[in-house]
């Protein structure tokens, strides 16, 4: 007869199995997943809720089409460089330095396109800059200064 107790043995849960599985689910989704850093960002330029400004006679009017021409007080101009511009914008402004010149650009239209109008005023000494946008509504045109 054995009267000592015995010596049973616990069972034990090894951990190193459970670990293997999940570090191969987390590489598996770590490779799975797309980062898409800029995808989501969608922006629709410009839209304000200004209220119209009334028309000003010392101001020069330059349209920024989608596809990258200028058309500065509704005449089309022949080329894209920022001399162009320059030269057009002091001959629009007739040396009068007090002229308000509104960009109006299209909302596809590049930032590139609009930089070349904002340099090319700056260039011909014309410091009063605003933009023209639509209401969210669907009204007129209205002017925020910048």
């Known amino acids: 007869m054995n009267f000592r107790p015995g010596s049973r043995d616990e069972p034990e849960i090894n951990l190193i199995p459970f670990i293997d599985v999940l570090l191969v689910v987390l590489i598996f989704l770590m490779l799975t ?16 809720d200004a209220q119209a ?24 101009l ?6 162009m511009l320059t030269r057009a914008l002091s001959l629009s402004a007739q040396d009068n330095r007090e002229v308000v010149v509104v960009i109006s650009a299209d909302a596809a239209a590049t930032h590139q396109s609009v930089i070349n109008v904002m340099d090319a005023a700056r ?7 605003t933009f023209a946008t639509q209401q969210s509504s669907g009204g007129k045109a209205a002017r925020g200064k910048s």
Do not use: C, H, M
């Open 123 to 129: 260039r011909a000494g014309l410091v009063q800059i």
């Open 78 to 83: 022949e080329g894209s460089g920022v001399e």
């Open 33 to 48: 997943t797309t980062y898409s850093k800029f995808t989501e960002l969608q922006v629709n330029l410009p839209v304000a």
């Open 53 to 76: 400004q009334r028309e000003n006679p010392q101001e020069v009017i330059v349209s920024v089409s989608n596809d990258g021409r200028y058309s500065i007080n509704k005449q089309l």
